[in-house]
């Protein structure tokens, strides 16, 4: 079974997010990057299925060079390889050309599964699996928080309002999990030292087989027209009682008006 993982470098979200006002995009310093928590999940999930029924796990991350740190924590975990897609034509690409570019790299592979995270910590738009398994003609499962195997099923049980439902589908197939599909391992020192030696494949655009004009700004449909601080008001009232428990019918009608009693 071989199984492509989608992860991301994004900015340490324990860390203030900073936005460029010129560009309008996240600054992304190296330094202060890590592989998306939220794409351990489906390292882990991927790993569990090989270590059921054999195979390897190729992770798959669009982004700058040193998005290769990503990559290697990914592998450390016990990832096989790892491919890389970089290019500077690629800076600014919106969900559908980061899908696209996805997709020309992980299509050569012909995987039997595609995890992916239900969305990315940075942007939180959750479109670009859906892109994904159209680009690469996949049917797919979201939202699962518990996934098994047998034979070409693939069987995903996912929380619905009242109940789980159960889904199943032939493979290959796309997958997103959420958090709790299983507690993610934290690499150990000989993974670490492993994942140094095993293969990045660096792609960019032309390697990919697209055109410039298909990624990056030139290829994105959206645009960021501007982006502004939120500003928190809190507001409150100070209910005074001069002893004769005045206070407490206004609190009580105070409650009443906004129907909490």
Same mark, same amino acid.
């Given at each position: 079974?071989?199984?492509?993982?989608?992860?991301?470098?994004?900015?340490?979200?324990?860390?203030?997010?900073?936005?460029?006002?010129?560009?309008?995009?996240?600054? +992304?310093?190296?330094?202060?990057?890590?592989?998306?928590?939220?794409?351990?999940?489906?390292?882990?999930?991927?790993?569990?299925?090989? /270590?059921?029924?054999?195979?390897?796990? #190729?992770?798959?991350?669009?982004?700058?060079?040193?998005? !290769?740190?990503?990559? +290697?924590?990914?592998?450390?975990?016990?990832?096989?390889?790892?491919?890389?897609? =970089?290019?500077?034509?690629?800076?600014?690409?919106?969900?559908?050309?980061?899908? @696209?570019?996805?997709?020309?790299?992980?299509?050569?592979?012909?995987?039997?599964?595609?995890?992916? !995270?239900?969305? %990315? =910590?940075?942007?939180?738009?959750?479109?670009?699996?859906?892109?994904? !398994?159209?680009?690469?003609?996949?049917?797919?499962?979201?939202?699962?928080?518990?996934?098994?195997?047998?034979?070409?099923?693939?069987?995903?049980?996912?929380? #619905?309002?009242?109940?789980?439902?159960?889904?199943? =589908?032939?493979?290959?197939?796309?997958?997103?999990?959420?958090?709790?599909?299983? /507690?993610?391992?934290?690499?150990?020192?000989?993974?670490?030292?492993? %994942?140094?030696?095993?293969?990045?494949? &660096?792609?960019?655009?032309?390697?990919?087989?697209? %055109?410039?004009?298909? #990624?990056?700004?030139?290829?994105?449909? &959206? @645009?960021?027209?501007?982006? /502004?601080?939120?500003? &928190?008001?809190?507001?409150?009232?100070?209910?005074?009682?001069?002893?004769?428990?005045?206070?407490?019918? &206004?609190?009580?009608?105070?409650?009443?008006?906004?129907?909490?009693?």
């Amino acid at each position: 079974m071989k199984i492509c993982v989608t992860v991301k470098q994004v900015p340490d979200p324990n860390l203030p997010l900073q936005v460029d006002p010129d560009t309008h995009r996240l600054v +992304r310093n190296p330094e202060q990057s890590i592989l998306d928590p939220a794409d351990e999940y489906g390292i882990e999930t991927a790993l569990r299925l090989v /270590e059921q029924h054999g195979g390897e796990v #190729v992770v798959v991350s669009m982004g700058p060079l040193a998005a !290769a740190d990503a990559l +290697r924590r990914g592998m450390a975990m016990g990832a096989d390889r790892a491919i890389l897609i =970089t290019d500077d034509a690629l800076a600014g690409s919106d969900a559908p050309t980061t899908a @696209r570019a996805l997709a020309a790299a992980i299509r050569p592979e012909q995987p039997d599964l595609v995890i992916c !995270a239900v969305e %990315a =910590t940075d942007a939180y738009t959750g479109m670009v699996p859906g892109m994904l !398994a159209e680009l690469l003609d996949l049917p797919q499962l979201t939202f699962a928080r518990q996934v098994s195997v047998e034979g070409q099923t693939i069987t995903v049980h996912r929380d #619905v309002e009242g109940g789980t439902q159960v889904l199943q =589908t032939s493979l290959p197939a796309l997958l997103t999990v959420t958090a709790s599909i299983g /507690e993610p391992r934290y690499p150990s020192f000989k993974g670490v030292m492993a %994942a140094k030696r095993k293969p990045v494949d &660096e792609r960019d655009v032309a390697a990919l087989g697209l %055109a410039p004009s298909e #990624v990056g700004p030139a290829g994105a449909k &959206e @645009r960021v027209r501007a982006v /502004e601080l939120v500003r &928190e008001e809190k507001q409150g009232k100070i209910v005074s009682d001069d002893g004769s428990g005045s206070s407490v019918d &206004e609190i009580v009608a105070f409650l009443e008006r906004i129907q909490v009693v």
